[in-house]
């Protein structure tokens, strides 16, 4: 309103206007629309945030006309992008932040111990270098040898000597006498005549697994 005071001859009057209101001014929001005096709204500084990012927010309020806060935050909303699986050497995946154990080899030597290591998924890409799901410590290979008579022949004559192996390579001695390798590692040597004393055969098997030596 306005007021009047009036002084004159006659003495001093005072009067006053008509009431009129102003109401506070409603605010433009950065992404369209408005929103009231006094009436606050989240505002993000971004729209989307990448793979394991967190979304920044800021409350805005209007006061008559103007809009608080960083004009930086200008975003109606937010959202995280999503984490990308990864492929797994051997096949098959595993998701954003999953671990998986993996080996260096899918099988070792009997004497050996499988090498292990976890690998996990950030976004796409697996940590880590083993590229085996699996592994297997190699058995040794089976080893026998004997020597039989000649069932009712003489006691130095007619003897066999055998062995048996599921090797890949075989190498044998008679009584401490190498007989090389041997060509089938499942074998015999019929015939044999022996001196007084004792005799025996030695068989040594080399497979995946390793070496394995067993004298009959």
Not at 19 to 41: D, E, F, K, M, R
Not at 143 to 163: E, K, N, Q, V
């Amino acid at each position: 309103w306005v007021s009047l005071t009036a002084t004159g001859p006659g003495g001093t009057k005072s009067c006053d206007s008509n009431t009129i209101t102003v109401s506070p001014s409603a605010c433009s929001l950065p992404w369209g629309g408005t929103i009231a005096h006094n009436q606050p709204v989240t505002a993000y500084a971004s729209s989307s945030v990448p793979c394991g990012g967190s979304c920044s927010s800021q409350q805005r309020t209007c006061i008559d006309g103007t809009l608080s806060g960083s004009d930086s935050y200008s975003n109606a909303s937010c959202s995280v992008a999503g984490c990308a699986a990864c492929s797994l050497p051997w096949g098959g995946s595993i998701a954003h932040n999953d671990e998986v154990n993996a080996y260096a080899q899918s099988s070792v030597p009997n004497n050996s111990s499988c090498a292990i290591e976890p690998r996990r998924c950030t976004n796409g890409s697996l940590s880590g270098s083993y590229t085996n799901s699996s592994c297997t410590v190699l058995p040794l290979p089976s080893c026998s040898a004997s020597i039989s008579p000649l069932s009712g022949g003489d006691t130095r004559t007619g003897f066999t000597a055998s062995w048996s192996s599921n090797g890949t390579t075989c190498t044998g001695a008679l009584d401490g006498s190498d007989l090389g390798t041997l060509d089938d590692c499942s074998g015999s040597i019929p015939g044999l005549t022996f001196a007084a004393g004792n005799h025996w055969v030695s068989l040594t098997a080399t497979g995946p697994g390793g070496t394995k030596s067993c004298d009959s």
